[in-house]
């Protein structure tokens, strides 16, 4: 069983940072893409960015040149670096991989329970 758990979140004023955290656990063979998603209160839930196993990314054009992915394969870690928020950034975030188990020859798609972020004008 794999789980990704999430940190990082918190209320901060417009202009401000923060750096989420996603740690996978579990009986993990290997990780390839993992992402940031996000769902503002009566919207659907986005894709931010992702992350291949070789490290290229891609991002919503909403957060280009504020966001960054990246990942740590020996910790089993995704993050996103937070600048320039927002209010409309104000979300729940999630953290998402594709996960291959151990003893299994096909990959999981995994969500963690999100964090929230919140962002004052």
């Known amino acids: 069983q794999v789980q990704l758990v999430e940190s990082g979140g918190g209320l901060v004023q417009a202009g401000g940072s923060l750096r989420l955290s996603c740690a996978a656990s579990?009986?993990?063979?290997?990780?390839?893409?993992m992402a940031w998603y996000r769902q503002a209160p009566g919207k659907q839930r986005e894709l931010v960015a992702t992350i291949t196993n070789g490290g290229s990314t891609n991002y919503v054009d909403s957060v280009k040149g504020r966001f960054t992915i990246s990942r740590d394969n020996a910790k089993n870690t995704v993050y996103l670096q937070m600048n320039g928020l927002k209010p409309e950034d104000t979300a729940v975030y999630y953290c998402?991989?594709?996960?291959?188990?151990?003893?299994?020859?096909?990959?999981?798609?995994?969500w963690g329970r999100g964090t929230q972020v919140t962002v004052s004008s």
């Open positions: 998402n991989a594709r996960v291959q188990p151990i003893g299994r020859n096909f990959s999981v798609t995994t």
């Open positions: 579990g009986s993990i063979f290997s990780i390839n893409d």
